[in-house]
């Protein structure tokens, strides 16, 4: 019984297929290393996304509250501007002894 023998030139022209498959997989792109360098990316907009999207829900509910009532627009006059209603006296006190 005889065994037939691969011709070299088909075994080499395997090993580049392989080869170039393999430089595909870890370097080329679309490789692994990149796969992962995107998850990545797309983990950290995820957080991004859902800061903002919570940031947002905080300022909608703070328009709503400066909608509804004079309370919140007095509040924040009073806070941020430093007035004071007619007839009130302002008492500012310092650090100093």
Do not use: C, F
């Not at 992962?36 to 996304?49: D, M, R, S, T, V």
């Amino acid at each position: 019984m005889q065994t037939k023998r691969v011709p070299l030139w088909l075994v080499g022209l395997l090993v580049l297929t392989l080869g170039a498959l393999q430089y595909r997989l870890w370097l080329g792109e679309g490789s692994l290393a990149q796969v992962n360098l995107l998850k990545q990316q797309i983990a950290e907009q995820q957080g991004e996304n859902e800061r903002l999207l919570e940031r947002n829900r905080v300022l909608e509910a703070e328009v709503r509250e400066l909608k509804s009532g004079l309370e919140t627009v007095e509040e924040r006059a009073r806070e941020e501007l430093g007035m004071v209603k007619e007839g009130e006296t302002l008492y500012q006190l310092t650090g100093d002894e």
